[in-house]
Protein backbone atom coordinates (compact mmCIF):
# COMPACT_ATOMS: atom_id res chain seq x y z
CA UNK A 1 0.00 0.00 0.00
CA UNK A 2 1.05 3.29 -0.85
CA UNK A 3 -0.17 6.53 0.98
CA UNK A 4 -0.23 9.98 -0.20
CA UNK A 5 -1.11 12.71 2.29
CA UNK A 6 -3.08 15.73 1.33
CA UNK A 7 -3.49 19.60 2.87
CA UNK A 8 -4.77 23.07 2.37
CA UNK A 9 -3.05 25.95 2.18
CA UNK A 10 -4.23 27.05 5.03
CA UNK A 11 -2.22 24.19 7.44
CA UNK A 12 0.46 27.27 6.46
CA UNK A 13 3.46 24.81 6.14
CA UNK A 14 6.70 25.96 5.11
CA UNK A 15 7.46 24.91 1.83
CA UNK A 16 10.54 23.27 3.42
CA UNK A 17 8.42 21.24 5.60
CA UNK A 18 6.29 20.30 2.70
CA UNK A 19 9.27 19.03 0.97
CA UNK A 20 10.79 17.15 3.88
CA UNK A 21 7.26 15.33 4.51
CA UNK A 22 6.60 14.76 0.87
CA UNK A 23 3.02 16.49 1.75
CA UNK A 24 0.97 17.74 -1.18
CA UNK A 25 -0.64 21.36 -0.44
CA UNK A 26 -4.03 22.47 -1.95
CA UNK A 27 -4.09 26.45 -2.45
CA UNK A 28 -7.33 28.41 -0.84
CA UNK A 29 -9.01 30.69 -2.87
CA UNK A 30 -10.42 33.63 -1.98
CA UNK A 31 -11.54 37.02 -3.80
CA UNK A 32 -10.30 40.30 -2.93
CA UNK A 33 -11.75 43.49 -4.51
CA UNK A 34 -12.71 41.43 -7.30
CA UNK A 35 -9.56 39.69 -8.06
CA UNK A 36 -9.16 35.97 -6.80
CA UNK A 37 -5.85 35.03 -5.83
CA UNK A 38 -4.74 31.15 -4.31
CA UNK A 39 -3.39 31.34 -1.28
CA UNK A 40 0.36 31.13 -1.00
CA UNK A 41 0.52 30.71 -5.04
CA UNK A 42 -0.22 34.24 -6.42
CA UNK A 43 0.09 36.41 -3.32
CA UNK A 44 2.31 36.91 -0.50
CA UNK A 45 0.79 36.87 2.97
CA UNK A 46 2.68 40.58 3.30
CA UNK A 47 1.01 42.03 0.23
CA UNK A 48 -2.42 40.08 1.21
CA UNK A 49 -2.45 42.30 4.97
CA UNK A 50 -1.41 45.23 2.48
CA UNK A 51 -4.45 45.25 0.09
CA UNK A 52 -6.79 44.09 3.41
CA UNK A 53 -6.27 47.45 5.10
CA UNK A 54 -7.10 49.41 1.80
CA UNK A 55 -9.90 47.10 0.29
CA UNK A 56 -12.87 48.36 -0.40
CA UNK A 57 -14.58 45.10 0.29
CA UNK A 58 -14.50 42.15 2.59
CA UNK A 59 -13.10 39.64 1.06
CA UNK A 60 -14.48 36.51 0.07
CA UNK A 61 -12.94 32.94 0.75
CA UNK A 62 -14.43 29.53 -1.15
CA UNK A 63 -13.40 26.51 -1.73
CA UNK A 64 -10.49 24.84 -4.16
CA UNK A 65 -12.69 23.74 -7.42
CA UNK A 66 -13.56 20.00 -7.88
CA UNK A 67 -12.14 19.55 -10.97
CA UNK A 68 -8.52 20.78 -9.24
CA UNK A 69 -8.73 18.15 -6.57
CA UNK A 70 -9.66 15.51 -8.88
CA UNK A 71 -6.80 16.20 -11.06
CA UNK A 72 -4.64 16.45 -7.81
CA UNK A 73 -6.49 12.66 -6.88
CA UNK A 74 -5.91 11.20 -10.52
CA UNK A 75 -1.97 12.51 -10.45
CA UNK A 76 -1.66 10.91 -7.21
CA UNK A 77 -2.85 7.64 -8.54
CA UNK A 78 -0.60 7.67 -11.61
CA UNK A 79 2.38 8.11 -9.27
CA UNK A 80 1.41 5.00 -7.45
CA UNK A 81 -0.34 5.70 -4.46
CA UNK A 82 -3.53 3.83 -3.95
CA UNK A 83 -4.81 5.61 -1.09
CA UNK A 84 -4.60 9.69 -0.18
CA UNK A 85 -5.46 11.04 3.12
CA UNK A 86 -6.72 14.32 2.78
CA UNK A 87 -6.67 16.60 6.13
CA UNK A 88 -8.31 20.09 6.04
CA UNK A 89 -9.55 22.63 7.95
CA UNK A 90 -12.55 22.58 10.65
CA UNK A 91 -16.06 21.41 9.05
CA UNK A 92 -17.49 24.69 10.90
CA UNK A 93 -15.02 26.84 9.15
CA UNK A 94 -15.52 25.57 6.01
CA UNK A 95 -17.47 22.79 3.66
CA UNK A 96 -14.70 21.57 2.17
CA UNK A 97 -14.44 18.24 3.95
CA UNK A 98 -17.74 17.49 3.40
CA UNK A 99 -17.36 18.40 -0.38
CA UNK A 100 -14.31 15.51 -1.01
CA UNK A 101 -16.27 13.12 1.02
CA UNK A 102 -19.26 13.60 -1.58
CA UNK A 103 -16.17 13.39 -4.34
CA UNK A 104 -14.78 9.88 -3.06
CA UNK A 105 -17.73 7.97 -4.61
CA UNK A 106 -16.92 9.19 -7.98
CA UNK A 107 -13.12 8.29 -8.04
CA UNK A 108 -12.46 4.64 -8.47
CA UNK A 109 -8.40 5.55 -9.40
CA UNK A 110 -7.85 5.95 -5.64
CA UNK A 111 -9.32 5.59 -2.64
CA UNK A 112 -9.87 9.34 -0.72
CA UNK A 113 -9.99 9.23 3.14
CA UNK A 114 -11.31 12.70 3.96
CA UNK A 115 -10.07 14.02 7.57
CA UNK A 116 -11.74 17.10 9.57
CA UNK A 117 -9.10 18.73 11.49
CA UNK A 118 -11.99 20.66 13.23
CA UNK A 119 -9.00 23.03 13.40
CA UNK A 120 -6.72 24.54 10.97
CA UNK A 121 -3.44 26.59 10.92
CA UNK A 122 -0.06 25.17 11.67
CA UNK A 123 -1.88 22.59 14.30
CA UNK A 124 -3.12 21.15 11.14
CA UNK A 125 0.50 21.33 9.33
CA UNK A 126 1.40 19.38 12.62
CA UNK A 127 -1.20 16.39 11.62
CA UNK A 128 -0.04 16.45 8.54
CA UNK A 129 3.33 15.95 9.17
CA UNK A 130 2.14 12.80 11.50
CA UNK A 131 0.42 11.04 8.78
CA UNK A 132 3.51 11.29 6.70
CA UNK A 133 6.17 9.98 8.50
CA UNK A 134 3.55 7.11 10.15
CA UNK A 135 2.96 6.39 5.56
CA UNK A 136 6.34 6.30 5.12
CA UNK A 137 6.95 3.78 7.85
CA UNK A 138 4.47 1.99 6.37
CA UNK A 139 1.86 2.29 8.64
CA UNK A 140 -1.91 1.35 7.95
CA UNK A 141 -4.82 3.38 6.64
CA UNK A 142 -6.47 2.74 10.10
CA UNK A 143 -3.05 3.06 12.15
CA UNK A 144 -2.67 6.64 10.72
CA UNK A 145 -6.39 7.84 11.01
CA UNK A 146 -6.23 6.28 15.05
CA UNK A 147 -3.33 8.57 15.89
CA UNK A 148 -4.91 11.38 13.63
CA UNK A 149 -8.07 11.53 15.89
CA UNK A 150 -5.34 10.91 19.03
CA UNK A 151 -3.65 14.29 17.68
CA UNK A 152 -7.08 16.02 17.14
CA UNK A 153 -7.71 15.67 20.93
CA UNK A 154 -4.23 17.28 22.05
CA UNK A 155 -5.06 20.46 20.21
CA UNK A 156 -5.95 23.98 21.75
CA UNK A 157 -5.57 27.01 20.74
CA UNK A 158 -6.35 30.80 22.31
CA UNK A 159 -6.73 33.84 19.51
CA UNK A 160 -6.48 37.28 20.82
CA UNK A 161 -7.67 39.56 18.22
CA UNK A 162 -7.90 43.46 17.90
CA UNK A 163 -11.52 43.42 17.19
CA UNK A 164 -13.83 41.30 16.00
CA UNK A 165 -15.43 43.18 13.00
CA UNK A 166 -13.84 40.90 10.28
CA UNK A 167 -15.15 37.24 12.21
CA UNK A 168 -19.00 39.05 12.32
CA UNK A 169 -18.87 40.08 8.88
CA UNK A 170 -17.89 36.64 7.87
CA UNK A 171 -20.23 34.91 10.63
CA UNK A 172 -17.65 32.45 11.74
CA UNK A 173 -18.38 33.94 15.39
CA UNK A 174 -20.87 31.93 17.25
CA UNK A 175 -22.20 34.21 19.99
CA UNK A 176 -21.43 37.40 18.57
CA UNK A 177 -24.10 39.58 19.76
CA UNK A 178 -22.68 39.01 23.58
CA UNK A 179 -19.56 41.08 22.27
CA UNK A 180 -21.11 43.47 19.91
CA UNK A 181 -20.92 46.56 20.89
CA UNK A 182 -17.97 46.25 23.34
CA UNK A 183 -15.64 49.76 24.47
CA UNK A 184 -12.95 50.36 22.10
CA UNK A 185 -9.62 49.35 24.04
CA UNK A 186 -11.63 45.48 24.71
CA UNK A 187 -9.45 42.29 23.53
CA UNK A 188 -11.70 39.32 22.66
CA UNK A 189 -10.31 36.45 23.80
CA UNK A 190 -10.95 33.39 21.13
CA UNK A 191 -11.49 30.02 21.14
CA UNK A 192 -12.74 26.46 19.08
CA UNK A 193 -15.75 25.32 21.46
CA UNK A 194 -15.15 22.18 22.31
CA UNK A 195 -18.67 20.26 20.87
CA UNK A 196 -19.64 22.88 18.56
CA UNK A 197 -15.51 23.23 17.48
CA UNK A 198 -17.60 26.64 16.46
CA UNK A 199 -15.47 29.77 17.35
CA UNK A 200 -16.50 31.30 19.96
CA UNK A 201 -15.78 34.03 22.72
CA UNK A 202 -14.56 33.33 25.51
CA UNK A 203 -13.58 36.30 27.31
CA UNK A 204 -13.27 40.12 27.04
CA UNK A 205 -9.68 42.20 28.15
CA UNK A 206 -9.14 45.43 28.42
CA UNK A 207 -5.75 46.28 27.17
CA UNK A 208 -3.48 43.87 25.11
CA UNK A 209 -1.33 42.70 27.58
CA UNK A 210 -3.79 41.59 29.88
CA UNK A 211 -5.48 39.44 26.64
CA UNK A 212 -1.76 38.19 26.41
CA UNK A 213 -1.11 37.28 29.96
CA UNK A 214 -5.46 35.79 30.56
CA UNK A 215 -4.32 33.45 26.86
CA UNK A 216 -1.16 32.16 29.15
CA UNK A 217 -3.01 31.82 31.98
CA UNK A 218 -5.70 29.67 30.19
CA UNK A 219 -3.26 27.81 28.14
CA UNK A 220 -0.93 26.85 31.70
CA UNK A 221 -4.32 25.39 33.04
CA UNK A 222 -4.75 23.08 30.25
CA UNK A 223 -1.66 21.39 30.06
CA UNK A 224 -1.47 21.34 33.55
CA UNK A 225 -2.24 17.50 33.54
CA UNK A 226 -0.53 16.61 30.21
CA UNK A 227 1.71 13.66 30.13
CA UNK A 228 3.07 13.88 26.63
CA UNK A 229 5.34 16.26 25.47
CA UNK A 230 3.83 20.02 23.62
CA UNK A 231 4.64 21.79 20.71
CA UNK A 232 3.18 25.46 21.61
CA UNK A 233 3.15 28.00 18.65
CA UNK A 234 2.97 31.86 18.95
CA UNK A 235 1.03 32.39 15.34
CA UNK A 236 0.58 36.15 14.35
CA UNK A 237 -2.09 38.19 11.92
CA UNK A 238 1.18 40.06 9.82
CA UNK A 239 2.36 40.65 13.76
CA UNK A 240 5.93 39.13 13.73
CA UNK A 241 7.55 41.62 16.01
CA UNK A 242 5.21 41.10 18.84
CA UNK A 243 5.06 37.40 18.17
CA UNK A 244 8.86 36.65 18.56
CA UNK A 245 8.28 39.12 21.91
CA UNK A 246 5.68 37.01 23.15
CA UNK A 247 7.51 33.52 22.39
CA UNK A 248 10.48 35.34 24.32
CA UNK A 249 7.96 35.44 27.15
CA UNK A 250 7.00 32.47 27.21
CA UNK A 251 10.14 30.51 26.65
CA UNK A 252 10.67 32.10 30.43
CA UNK A 253 7.41 30.77 31.99
CA UNK A 254 7.98 27.14 30.20
CA UNK A 255 12.04 26.54 29.70
CA UNK A 256 11.27 23.36 28.80
CA UNK A 257 9.00 23.38 25.70
CA UNK A 258 9.56 23.43 22.31
CA UNK A 259 8.11 26.84 21.31
CA UNK A 260 7.96 28.07 17.92
CA UNK A 261 6.05 30.92 16.11
CA UNK A 262 3.33 30.37 12.50
CA UNK A 263 1.54 32.87 11.17
CA UNK A 264 -2.23 33.45 10.22
CA UNK A 265 -1.99 33.35 6.03
CA UNK A 266 -4.77 35.19 3.83
CA UNK A 267 -7.82 32.73 4.46
CA UNK A 268 -7.54 32.97 7.70
CA UNK A 269 -6.21 36.22 8.42
CA UNK A 270 -10.04 36.86 6.72
CA UNK A 271 -11.62 36.06 9.22
CA UNK A 272 -9.10 37.29 12.05
CA UNK A 273 -7.88 40.16 10.90
CA UNK A 274 -4.57 41.96 11.32
CA UNK A 275 -2.79 41.99 13.72
CA UNK A 276 -4.28 39.08 15.63
CA UNK A 277 -2.37 37.07 17.98
CA UNK A 278 -2.64 33.40 19.41
CA UNK A 279 -1.18 30.88 21.16
CA UNK A 280 -1.99 26.93 19.21
CA UNK A 281 -0.46 23.80 20.73
CA UNK A 282 -0.26 19.86 20.25
CA UNK A 283 1.61 17.30 20.92
CA UNK A 284 4.44 17.36 19.74
CA UNK A 285 4.81 14.70 16.69
CA UNK A 286 8.58 15.45 15.61
CA UNK A 287 9.66 14.43 19.25
Known amino acids: MKIAVVTDSTAYLTQEQAEKYNIHVVPMPFVLDGETYEEGVNITTEDFYYKLKNSKNFPNTSQPPVGEMIKLYKSLAEQGYDTVISIHLSSTIS ?12 LTEIDIVPFDSEITVILMGMMAIAASKLAAQGASVAEIMNKL ?25 S ?53 YPIHLFVIHANNEEAAMKWRDQLVKKFPDMKISISHFGPVVGTHLGDKALALGWIEDVEA
Open 175 to 227: NASAFIGSVLKIKPILTFDNSTHKIFAYDKVRSTKRALNRAEELFANEIADVN
Open 149 to 173: EELRQTTGEWFVVDDLQNLVRGGRL
Open 95 to 106: GFVQTLENLKEE
